[in-house]
């Protein structure tokens, strides 16, 4: 971590203190663990947590619906292709293998698939299922949200990097955020679904479970121990970063990894093994992640503590990302050891004939995908089932406030105003200013004075105060109030990032579309940029005692969508224009993927109310939309004139359409 803060950049500086205080508070929870029952109240504290964060999770004694659709078999082990119906109404496309020669009930082990196009199919992932069914354990081998045949976002015109499950990740979370879950939450759901079925199969002994996965499937392999209190024994094969770790670095990872809240309730590796001890547990490490050594070092003493020092392991397999024969044998050594199959076996074999059933299971699924069946379709069944209620008990400026992610935005809590020399005034004229929410952090803004007397304009862009877009809105501005105020919010302008991605692959794969790299912070903070950019506007006008009896509010970009819903907020707001953005967050949720970034997001706002209610119950206020982003076929939401009379819609952002927008905005 960064121990001077202008080592941070300015947009983290906003959030770093929410997780220096969780994971301070975290890892002073664990040093605190010296007997069984210290270790007994910690992890009911580590439950209530964990709970919070993922549930609500599927019940565990529910019965999985499933189905077979393809057979083969490598010698002595029948390999079963399976489709398992998750509690959300998606399949979950399995491998279950087993030895033919074998009956009664055998221990069971699900295995993760990490971050591989073919997901369960990767050749890593196939022998490992195989080497354990060899054994003598029942073994699913299971597609991940996003792997394999649960693909579900396909533009064949883009790059071909994106089809890979990174890709897949961030683009399903951004449906995911958007209808208020957290990606991680599925993936739980779904090895808990995987589980289920395994202990509900009458061949499989139920009190000998396991659980594995290598990269993202080590992650998995985490959630679940933290998740399933069925699992009796586990690998965690190269889990990457913690998310300590990812706090400590600065750096964004996959939304799979970091979802919502993850630092406010500071739900880490080292929580879920917690809540998973005193049962094994072996991690295997990897060159080039320290993390996992962390993990190991503040849980050794916790397991020692409760008497199990052996039953916790951190070894390394191999220096190279993959699920290498040393990886896979140190897996099947764990669970012969603490599962007990009847007929183990100790190594790998030569694998002969292997690369023409390999072939032949490829070809079987080489169609499948899911299409309008996997989380994206789920997250839109949530807003249909809000558009089908009547419309007249919607509270769209209820829902605005209610949200979690935007409450306590609006308190009428003031700030000091520094001037440009760094001085504390009590009045703004014309110049520049700073708004010091935090002592290492200053919302800069500019003064400028106009032809009227009274009104103010607030113009924040997404490319800085200082921009052409934001200067030409100022000069159309100065006839129509008496103050212009330009300002830069969260990671915009003056406050935009001074982090540098690590590199092209890093900037187009583990970030998302747009320039805001710390609007996945913002979210594991337990907030989102909307609201910051709200919070940071409410407290330069109040503060700058700047809210005269009329606003008007001038944005582009994710930024304008905070001043709308700010317009929706404040009864002095007589006009508001927004320039690119998304005319409803309807229309991107049912387009399937994102244009935008996570900037645009305020996380399940779509299923409390969306832009078109708030525009319409605002009758008072005139919005002006410049260039809207429109994706595919989408309905477009305000071409209704009749039922939007206070809208405007302009197709192209000019000069021309902003004279136009400026003018009707302030018309009488």
Request: aromatic share 8%.
């Amino acid at each position: 971590m960064p121990t001077q803060l202008h080592d941070l950049p300015l947009p983290y500086r906003r959030l770093e203190r929410i997780g220096r205080r969780a994971w301070s508070q975290a890892d002073r929870r664990l040093r605190d663990i010296h007997n069984a029952r210290d270790l007994k109240a910690a992890q009911q504290d580590a439950r209530t947590r964990f709970d919070r964060l993922f549930g609500p999770l599927p019940d565990r004694d529910a019965r999985v619906d499933s189905r077979i659709t393809a057979h083969f078999s490598y010698h002595d082990v029948a390999i079963q292709r399976i489709v398992l119906r998750s509690a959300y109404g998606y399949d979950i496309p399995a491998w279950s293998l087993r030895r033919a020669d074998l009956r009664g009930k055998l221990p069971g082990v699900a295995v993760a698939a990490g971050h591989m196009e073919l997901g369960s199919l990767a050749e890593r992932y196939v022998k490992l299922a195989l080497l354990l069914a060899m054994s003598g354990m029942h073994v699913v081998s299971f597609d991940p949200v996003g792997q394999g045949a649960r693909r579900e976002v396909f533009r064949p015109e883009d790059d071909p990097v994106y089809w890979d499950a990174c890709k897949q990740h961030q683009h399903i979370a951004a449906a995911t955020t958007l209808a208020g879950l957290s990606l991680p939450h599925f993936f739980v759901a779904d090895g808990m679904t995987v589980v289920s079925h395994l202990c509900g199969d009458p061949g499989v002994d139920r009190g000998r479970i396991g659980f594995t996965g290598q990269s993202g499937g080590g992650i998995q392999t985490f959630y679940m121990i933290g998740a399933d209190p069925r699992i009796t024994a586990a690998v965690a094969s190269q889990p990457t970063s913690t998310r300590r770790g990812a706090f400590a670095e600065v750096c964004g990872r996959d939304m799979c990894q970091m979802g919502l809240n993850h630092w406010t309730h500071a739900i880490d590796q080292h929580e879920e093994a917690l809540l998973f001890a005193p049962r094994p547990l072996r991690i295997i490490a990897e060159y080039g992640y320290p993390d996992q050594l962390d993990v190991y070092q503040k849980l050794l003493p916790v397991y020692e503590a409760a008497g199990h020092g052996p039953e916790l392991e951190l070894v390394s397999g191999s220096v190279l990302h993959c699920m290498s024969r040393p990886c896979r044998e140190l897996v099947l050594g764990w669970f012969n050891r603490y599962l007990q199959p009847d007929h183990p076996v100790a190594l790998e074999p030569a694998w002969d004939g292997f690369a023409s059933v390999h072939a032949a299971m490829l070809k079987a699924v080489e169609a499948e995908n899911a299409t309008n069946n996997g989380v994206i379709k789920y997250c839109q069944s949530l807003v249909d089932a809000r558009r089908a209620k009547p419309v007249s008990p919607r509270d769209p400026r209820g829902a605005v406030r209610s949200n979690p992610f935007l409450r306590g935005v609006l308190r009428g809590q003031t700030f000091p105003i520094l001037s440009a020399t760094g001085r504390i005034v009590r009045r703004v004229a014309v110049g520049r200013y700073a708004c010091a929410l935090q002592d290492d952090y200053h919302v800069p803004f500019t003064v400028a004075l106009g032809r009227r007397r009274g009104g103010t304009a607030v113009i924040v862009d997404e490319a800085g105060a200082d921009s052409a877009w934001a200067l030409h809105w100022a000069r159309l501005m100065q006839g129509s109030v008496r103050r212009i105020v330009r300002m830069d919010v969260f990671a915009c302008g003056q406050l935009a990032t001074n982090l540098r991605p690590i590199n092209d692959y890093h900037a187009r794969t583990w970030r998302f579309y747009g320039g805001n790299q710390h609007a996945q912070d913002a979210f594991m903070a337990g907030r989102c940029p909307i609201g910051l950019a709200m919070e940071e506007v409410a407290a330069v006008v109040r503060s700058a005692r700047l809210d005269d009896a009329r606003l008007l509010l001038v944005g582009r970009g994710w930024p304008a969508l905070a001043l709308a819903l700010l317009a929706g907020q404040w009864q002095s707001v007589i006009g508001c224009c927004m320039s690119a953005v998304p005319e409803s967050y309807q229309m991107l949720l049912d387009a399937g993927y994102m244009h935008v970034g996570y900037s645009h997001l305020v996380p399940g706002l779509v299923t409390q109310t969306d832009w078109p209610e708030l525009i319409h119950r605002h009758a008072a206020t005139r919005y002006a939309i410049c260039e809207p982003i429109r994706i595919g076929a989408a309905t477009v939401a305000f071409d209704d004139s009749h039922r939007f009379p206070n809208v405007r819609l302009f197709d192209k952002d000019t000069a021309a359409s902003r004279k136009k927008a400026a003018a009707f905005l302030v018309a009488p």
